[in-house]
C-alpha cells in the first residue's frame, strides 16, 4: 500500500532516522514540502572511503526501491542517483534495476573532491547554485546519501529502527574493513575487533581524512561515524588536525605571499559564495579589522579544506583559522544570512581537485587498498549519547536496572527537532541520565 510522506516522516521519527554521515541532521525533518528533485549521495568523496558505493552494489534494490518510493510520496519530478563514473562495479549493479523505476535515473560525476558537498552535488546534478548561507529545498532540492535511505528502508519496510552503523576501519590496522557496528561500541574495541593497531603510537580520525576529526579509544560510534583511520601520531593528516590557530595567525602574517590560489581553488567561491579565503588571511596577517566583510564571510567556509591541504604552497590553513572565525561569530549570536543565488566561475571546471592527487598530497597513497564490508561486531556494553543528531536531544525513557531488547526505544524524540534511539543490544540499563544511556549485554 502506498504510505503517505507524512507516515513515511512519522515512521523515520520514531526509527531514529537521521544523515548517516555529516551532521546527522533528521531524516524526517528533510523531507519538506516543496522539492522537485530528490538527490541520493553516492559521490563518496573523502579519501579512502568506499561504504556508500559497497552498500549501493549490495542492497541495489532495497535502496533504489525505497528511493523512488520516497520520491513519489513528496511529488518530486525526478530522482537522481549522483555516482561518481569511477565506481563501475557499483554503477554496473544499480544500471538494470535503475531501468525498473520510472522516476529514477543515474548521474555521472567526476572523481574529484568535495563532489560529496551537498551544495557541489547539487550544482553537478541540477546546474542550480544553493545561495550562500540558504538550505537545498531554497533550490527545490532534497539529498540523502544511501546509508540513510537504506536505513530509512528497513525502517519503513522492516520495521526495524536504527541500532547499527557501517564504519570503515583502515590504515594502520591489522584487518582493514567495514563493519556493522552496534551504536555505543568504543573506537578501541573495534580496533581490536579489525586486529588492532600496526603503530605503537596510533592516532584515530574519525569522519575522513579532510573534515574528520582526532577522537580517544574512549569515544564511541555514533548514528554519524563513517570511518576511523588508524594513523601513526607523526602522520601529517594528524599534524594537520593538530594545528595551533594562534601560531597559524603567526606563520600566516609571515608566509602568506597573497597568491591568492586558497580563493581561487575554493570549491564554494567556485560557486559564486562569498567567501575569500585568501582576503581573509589578509586581513588575519594584517591584524586588518576594518574589512569586517572578510570576518563575516568566514560563515560560507564549508571547512572542506581543499585550502589547507592542496591549494596552499605556503603550508597555510585558511580552513583553521577560518573555523576560529565561524565559531566565534556563532558565539556572538551571529547566523549567515541567506544570499542571493549566485553564478558558478567561468573558470569552474578548470579547477577541480582530483582525489588521485588530493590522496598522494595527504599521503594516504600507501593505504589505498579495499575495505570490504565483513564484519558484524558484539559488544558487552554500549554507551549511547543521546545527542547523535542534529536537534534537541533525545529524551531517555528506561531506568536504571530495566531489562531492553534489542531495538527497543531507551530514548524517546524530543519536543522540536529530534529522533528516537534503540537499543542496539540485549541487555539491562547499567545508568539513563540526560546525556547518556548505559547499558550491560545480558549474555
Ligand atoms: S594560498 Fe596560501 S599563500 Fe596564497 S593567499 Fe592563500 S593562504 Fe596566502
Ligand atoms: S575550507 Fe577552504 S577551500 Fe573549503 S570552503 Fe573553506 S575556504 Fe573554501
Redesign the pocket.
Known amino acids: 500500500m502506498k504510505m503517505s510522506i507524512e507516515e513515511i516522516k512519522n515512521i523515520l521519527r520514531d526509527c531514529g532516522v537521521v544523515g548517516a554521515g555529516g551532521a546527522g541532521f533528521p531524516t524526517y525533518a528533510k523531507f519538506a514540502a516543496g522539492a522537485d528533485t530528490l538527490i541520493l549521495n553516492c559521490a563518496e568523496c573523502e579519501p579512502l572511503l568506499t561504504l556508500h558505493r559497497q552498500l549501493l552494489a549490495q542492497k541495489s534494490y532495497e535502496i533504489i526501491s525505497t528511493f523512488s518510493e520516497i520520491g513519489k510520496a513528496l511529488g518530486v519530478k525526478k530522482c537522481v542517483i549522483g555516482i561518481k563514473s569511477a565506481y563501475v562495479s557499483t554503477l554496473d549493479a544499480i544500471t538494470p534495476i535503475v531501468k525498473n523505476f520510472d522516476n529514477v535515473e543515474i548521474k555521472t560525476l567526476k572523481e574529484v573532491y568535495p563532489a560529496g558537498d551537498e551544495i557541489v552535488l547539487i550544482y553537478e546534478v541540477t546546474g542550480r547554485v544553493v545561495a550562500a548561507g540558504a538550505l537545498p529545498i531554497s533550490q527545490g532540492v532534497i539529498v540523502s546519501n544511501v546509508e540513510t535511505i537504506y536505513n530509512a528502508h528497513m525502517a519503513i519496510h522492516e520495521n526495524v529502527p536504527v541500532t547499527e552503523k557501517l564504519v570503515t576501519v583502515t590504515c594502520e590496522v591489522r584487518k582493514p574493513q567495514t563493519v556493522k557496528v552496534p551504536l555505543g561500541t568504543t573506537v578501541a574495541e573495534l580496533i581490536d575487533y579489525c586486529g588492532g593497531a600496526t603503530v605503537e603510537n596510533p592516532v584515530f580520525v574519525s569522519g575522513g581524512a579532510m573534515m574528520g576529526k582526532i577522537v580517544s579509544g574512549g569515544d564511541v560510534v555514533t548514528k554519524t561515524t563513517n570511518a576511523i583511520l588508524v594513523l601513526p601520531a607523526e602522520h601529517p593528516v594528524v599534524k594537520s588536525k593538530q594545528r595551533n590557530p594562534v601560531f597559524d595567525s603567526h606563520r ?1 602574517a609571515s ?9 581561487e581553488l575554493c570549491p564554494r567561491h567556485l560557486l559564486g559564495h562569498p567567501i575569500d ?2 582576503r581573509f ?1 589578509r586581513a588575519v596577517s594584517n591584524r586588518n579589522m576594518s574589512d569586517t566583510e572578510a570576518y563575516l564571510n568566514a560563515q560560507y567556509c564549508s571547512g572542506c579544506g581543499v ?1 589547507e591541504t592542496y ?4 603550508g ?1 590553513s ?1 580552513r583553521v583559522l577560518l573555523s576560529v572565525a565561524k565559531n566565534a561569530l556563532k558565539a556572538g549570536g551571529i547566523k549567515p544570512e541567506p544570499h542571493e543565488p549566485s553564478q558558478a566561475h567561468p573558470a569552474r571546471s578548470a579547477r577541480f581537485v582530483p582525489v588521485e592527487r588530493l590522496t598522494a598530497r595527504l599521503g594516504l597513497n600507501k593505504y589505498n587498498f579495499a575495505t570490504p564490508i565483513s564484519g558484524y561486531m558484539k559488544v558487552k556494553s554500549v554507551r549511547l549519547p543521546l545527542s547523535m543528531h542534529i536537534g534537541a536531544p533525545s529524551v531517555a525513557v528506561v531506568n536504571e536496572g530495566d531489562y531492553v531488547k534489542k531495538g527497543q526505544m531507551v530514548a524517546k524524540a524530543n519536543n522540536g527537532l529530534s529522533v528516537a534511539i534503540h537499543s542496539p543490544i540485549d541487555g539491562k540499563v547499567k545508568f539513563a541520565g540526560k546525556e547518556i544511556i548505559i547499558q550491560d549485554c545480558d549474555l
Open positions: 600566516a608566509a602568506c605571499c597573497q597568491c591568492r590560489m586558497c580563493t579565503p585568501s588571511m585550502c591549494s596552499c604552497m605556503q597555510l585558511p
